[in-house]
């Protein structure tokens, strides 16, 4: 059974630049079509300041912190063994390229279901930008899979 | 233009549906570089295998923006106010995805239209890989909506 008591670990402030190039990249990756996505000149004579980061683009923040998978650790489990089971988000302000953000995530829950057969984590994200303007937050939840870890 | 089409929206309308092509390695391996996730559950069959399942799967994260973009290409992004999505089974190498919303809940506040959708994302044989809701807020110009009763 995970350790509850990390329920509410903090993990260190990440800051990441947005840029223009990995906006592209990710664009090409998810295969947008609409190019707001990936042409500055397109996405300015849309009105928006500059190449719009798509809806899912939030997820790559994580990956940036120096140690991305510092919770396997924490939690005794192993990468092969998780699954994403879901993902929010609520959005208040739309993120572009230049923009640097700020993450803040903690571990916000772990719980489980099916008497103990399926057990969760649930990591809460807060990112704000360079104005210090909350501009998402997040809330990803994982899933153990074949209770390897017991 | 995109805005006139979508203030008409009513309860049970569907907004157009995205379709993929057959998920591939060299998707996955795009998405891996492109995002930072290096989960070799999504590229390196061996790992899968080792780990119980018969190849790689795609990236959750993946099969939620291509739902994500089914909602951009009819609503501006920043009228896209939230967006939860449960991955309901694994998506596998050759599936090919339709990505689905409907309106299921109307709500007016002066010249706030928000606009509650179901969202489903199925593969060829009617599996569901992901489902969802978003919450969309339209400002309206002028209190002309037909839908406002």
């Known amino acids: 059974m995970l350790n509850r008591s990390l329920i509410g670990k903090m993990y260190p402030e990440t800051f990441v630049l947005v840029e223009k190039q990995k906006l592209k990249l990710f664009a090409k990756a998810t295969q947008q079509s609409d190019p707001i996505y990936f042409d500055e000149e397109i996405a300015k004579k849309n009105g928006h300041p500059s190449i719009l980061a798509p809806l899912t683009f939030l997820t790559t923040i994580g990956y940036e912190q120096e140690k991305p998978y ?46 103990g057969m399926l057990e969760f984590v649930s990591f809460i994200s807060n990112y704000k930008n360079q104005k210090n303007v909350l501009v998402a937050e997040s809330i990803s939840t994982l899933v153990l899979r074949n209770n390897e870890n017991k | 233009m995109k805005i006139n089409e979508i203030n008409t ?20 391996d795009l998405y891996a570089g492109a995002s930072g996730d290096h989960n070799p559950i999504h590229i390196d069959i061996d790992f899968a295998k080792k780990n119980g399942l018969s190849d790689v799967i795609a990236h959750g994260m993946l099969v939620m923006s291509f739902i994500g973009q089914a909602m951009t290409n009819i609503f501006p992004q920043e ?54 809701s978003a919450v969309i807020e339209l400002i309206l110009n002028e209190k002309k909506d037909i839908t406002h009763e």
């Open chain 1, 70 to 115: 510092q919770y396997l650790e924490d939690l005794g489990i192993s990468l092969g063994g998780i699954l994403h089971a879901k993902q929010e988000y609520t959005y208040y302000n739309c993120i572009y390229a230049g923009d640097k953000l700020r993450m803040e995530s903690k571990i916000g829950d772990i719980y489980e279901r099916k008497d």
């Open chain 2, 9 to 28: 929206f009513r309860i049970g309308d569907e907004i157009p549906s995205l379709i993929t092509k057959p998920i591939s390695r060299s998707m996955l």
């Open chain 2, 79 to 132: 009228s896209i106010k939230k967006f939860d999505t449960k991955f309901i089974s694994m998506t596998n190498i050759n599936d090919i995805l339709t990505c689905e919303g409907k309106v299921i809940n109307l709500e007016f506040e002066d010249l706030l239209k928000r606009i509650f959708l179901k969202l489903q994302v199925r593969d060829e044989s009617g599996d569901k890989k992901l489902l969802g």
